[in-house]
């Protein structure tokens, strides 16, 4: 991680903030036209998986995020650095793919689409100078899955995630990971939901796909940006994570 010697003014670290507390609030705009698309509500996309499902969601979650975090990581050194457009391309056709053939090629879809999720977290957080290879930025990597989803709606009171920290260790990656699986659960069953919708399943799973990926890279950027710009303005980063989420509660989010 590259450090800065002479810090940046205030006037620029206000702009450089102001310019991340609009960043969240136009994340997840676009999800309207998915919610038009797939015909419904964010919240009874969930109504629409088998209750068996939705029963073992959290699970299924957590070990495929489990899976995408040491996948993610070996990805790297297979192939570099990627465009963001790159992640998006790729995780759409995903979901074409995973839509074609309803619930079961959406679900065989699923833990591929995180760990390339997780892959795109992980090249925002190069774009801010930070090494993907240290285990704390692996873990801030992950922490991003922590915001609220694309289709709810998040004006900074659900932006705890930004400041909290955890012990950069083993265990302590595998609790934060129980503790970001249910969330991120709820968010990647709204998408296998409307992935079974019939006939649109492919469209839907491509757009969902589309949305979420930019979604995730947008808050990305808001999580490194607040960690690069503790450290250029020399500032503590649990208060200016705070300052970040008074600006945020004061600024129109996005709608749901």
């Excluded at 038009?36 to 073992?56: F, H, I, T, Y």
Aim: include cysteine; charged fraction near 20%.
């Amino acid at each position: 991680m590259e450090l800065l010697g002479r810090p940046i003014d205030e006037t620029e670290t206000e702009r450089r903030l102001r310019a991340l507390v609009a960043r969240n609030a136009q994340a997840g705009n676009g999800v309207i036209d998915l919610l038009n698309l797939v015909g419904g509500r964010a919240e009874g996309l969930l109504d629409r998986l088998p209750p068996s499902l939705r029963a073992r969601l959290n699970e299924t979650t957590e070990e495929a995020l489990r899976r995408a975090a040491e996948m993610a990581h070996r990805s790297r050194g297979v192939v570099g650095d990627q465009p963001g457009w790159m992640a998006r391309a790729l995780t759409t056709s995903m979901g074409a793919v995973g839509g074609i053939g309803g619930l079961p090629t959406a679900l065989a879809e699923l833990p591929i689409t995180v760990t390339v999720l997780l892959r795109a977290i992980q090249d925002v957080a190069v774009e801010y100078g930070f090494d993907p290879s240290e285990p704390a930025v692996r873990f801030d990597s992950v922490q991003v899955f922590g915001a609220a989803g694309p289709l709810e709606r998040d004006d900074g009171a659900n932006l705890g995630f930004l400041g909290s920290r955890m012990t950069v260790t083993g265990p302590g990656l595998n609790a934060l990971i129980a503790r970001v699986a249910p969330r991120l659960a709820a968010v990647l069953g709204q998408k296998l939901a409307a992935q079974t919708v019939p006939i649109l399943g492919a469209a839907a799973g491509a757009a969902t796909n589309y949305a979420y990926t930019r979604y995730y890279q947008d808050m990305a950027q808001v999580h490194f940006g607040l960690r690069r710009l503790a450290i250029d303005a020399g500032r503590d980063h649990s208060a200016l994570c705070a300052e970040f989420r008074a600006m945020a509660q004061s600024t129109p989010g996005r709608a749901s």
